[in-house]
C-alpha cells in the first residue's frame, strides 16, 4: 500500500511539476487540553515544495485567524537529516530560514532540545528551530515561516514520507495558557483529483487482471 501512494505521488509530480506543494495536517501528540488539540489540528499546516533553486522549501502557516496559538519550536525528524549542519550563518549551514513580517526565528540551540510530550511517539529530533525569546517573534495568526533544507531533494522527501520523516510543532499561548505538541500525520493532503482517478483505474486494473488470470 505504501508503494501505491508512493507511486501515485510521484505520477502527479511528474504530471504538474512543482506547481502544487504537498500539504501536511499535524494531530495532537500530548492533549493537555482536547480543545486546544482541536485548534491546533484544524489550522496548522506545512507546505512542501521543491526550492527554485536548491534544496526543499518546508513553509509553516499559522491559519488561526485572531486565535491565541502561535508555533514556537519546529522539529524535524529523519535518518535522511543526519550530520546536516545547522547555523545563523547562512555560508555554515545546510538549512535557510525566510522569515515573515513579525516572525524572528533562530536555528542555534534549540530549547528543549527534543519534541515535548515525545515519548508516547518515540520522536527523535534530527533538527530544529524556534523563535527568538520575547513576545511577537513566534509564528502568529496568518504569519508563516520557510525553512529551507538544501540538502534534501523534494524525490527523497516523497520515498521517506510515510515511514521516515515527521515534523513536529510545539505551539505556545493556547487561550487556557496551555502549551500543545503537534506532528505530522503520514498521509499528505490531496493529489490533484485527475491523478487520483488516474491510481484508481489502475488499482481496478490490477484486480482484474488477478481475476482474469486465476
Request: aromatic letters at 10%; one cysteine or more; a negative charge.
Amino acid at each position: 500500500m505504501k508503494f501505491l501512494v508512493k507511486f501515485i505521488f510521484l505520477l502527479a509530480l511528474l504530471a504538474f511539476g512543482n506547481a502544487s506543494a504537498i500539504t501536511l495536517d499535524f494531530i495532537c501528540a500530548t492533549e493537555n487540553n482536547i480543545s486546544n488539540c482541536a485548534v491546533g489540528e484544524s489550522k496548522f499546516s506545512v507546505d512542501v515544495v521543491a526550492n527554485a533553486t536548491l534544496g526543499v522549501d518546508f513553509i509553516f502557516n499559522s491559519n488561526l485567524g485572531f486565535e491565541n496559538p502561535t508555533i514556537n519550536e519546529i522539529y524535524f525528524e529523519s535518518t535522511l537529516l543526519n550530520g546536516i549542519k545547522i547555523s545563523d550563518i547562512p555560508t555554515n549551514s545546510d538549512v535557510l530560514l525566510v522569515e515573515g513580517s513579525g516572525v524572528d526565528f533562530t536555528l542555534d540551540k534549540l530549547s528543549p532540545g527534543n519534541l515535548p510530550g515525545h515519548k508516547p511517539i518515540g520522536f527523535e529530533t534530527s533538527f530544529g528551530t524556534q523563535s527568538l525569546p520575547g513576545k511577537g517573534n513566534a509564528i502568529g495568526p496568518t504569519e508563516r515561516l520557510t525553512v529551507t533544507i538544501l540538502t534534501l531533494s523534494l524525490l527523497d522527501f516523497t520515498n521517506a514520507l510515510t515511514d521516515n520523516f515527521r515534523i513536529g510543532l510545539h505551539a505556545h499561548s493556547f487561550n487556557d495558557g496551555e502549551s500543545e505538541s503537534f506532528v505530522t500525520s503520514l498521509s499528505p493532503v490531496p493529489v490533484p483529483a485527475a491523478i487520483w482517478l488516474f491510481g484508481t483505474a489502475l488499482i481496478g486494473f490490477i484486480g482484474f487482471s488477478r481475476r482474469t488470470t486465476i
